[in-house]
T-cell receptor
């Protein structure tokens, strides 16, 4: 079955710098890759996702890149702000009605 | 638009007591429904999922059970809570994506 590994487990960056979180997956049938942001005491929120027919997707300061050959995808946050501090989860799925397989999470700390 | 409601937000229960957490979804029909548990500082553990009324799949054998009595209602239950059942419980709906409720912080004492 699918296995998703996420690195790093903790990432500390200076406010204004960029942050990159990486995930690798094992099942070549996976074609949907979402990223979630979880703030303390709240449920995870979908912030961006990508499907395997595209290599990159951008939404303001957030972007996700996908390399299907290498089976890895990354979350890029530019011009980080204090409100970006949270735990970020990646996931992978073969598609609709299949389970999302989750990474272990990355705690992102933005230093003022 | 679709919304998901999960309650209560926090719950403190004694060991051996029963549990019932409820989740409802509005604005969609026949959603996939999920219950996750999250230990402090840890990742998401899928407990149960349902693709339709009365259909429940269990991912982790444990002291908990789930039921889906209506299309957009998902209930997590236990007959007798254990200390190890403490955690943050999250309900979610979706088909490919997952949209989460705000969670229930359960403390078993």
């Amino acid at each position: 079955g699918e296995n998703v590994e996420q690195h790093p487990s903790t990432l500390s960056v200076q406010e204004g710098d960029s942050a990159v979180i990486k995930c690798t997956y094992s099942d070549s049938a996976s074609n949907y890759f979402p990223w979630y942001k979880q703030e303390l005491g709240k449920g995870p929120q979908l912030i961006i996702d990508i499907r395997s027919n595209v290599g990159e997707k951008k939404d303001q300061r957030i972007a996700v890149t996908l390399n299907k050959t290498a089976k890895h995808f990354s979350l890029h946050i530019t011009e980080t702000q204090p409100e970006d501090s949270a735990v970020y989860f990646c996931a992978a799925s073969p598609g609709s009605n299949y389970q999302l397989i989750w990474g272990a999470g990355t705690k992102l700390i933005i230093k003022p | 638009s679709q919304t998901i409601h999960q309650w209560p937000a926090t719950l403190v229960q004694p060991v051996g007591s029963p549990l019932s957490l409820e989740c409802t979804v509005e604005g969609t029909s026949n959603p996939n429904l999920y219950w996750y548990r999250q230990a402090a500082g840890r990742g998401l553990q899928l407990l149960f999922y349902s693709v339709g009324i009365g259909q429940i799949s269990s991912e982790v054998p444990q002291n908990l059970s789930a039921s889906r009595p209506q299309d957009r209602q998902f209930i997590l239950s236990s007959k007798k809570l254990l200390l190890s059942d403490s955690g943050f419980y999250l309900c979610a709906w979706g088909r490919t994506e997952a949209f989460f409720g705000q969670g229930t912080r359960l403390t078993v004492v």
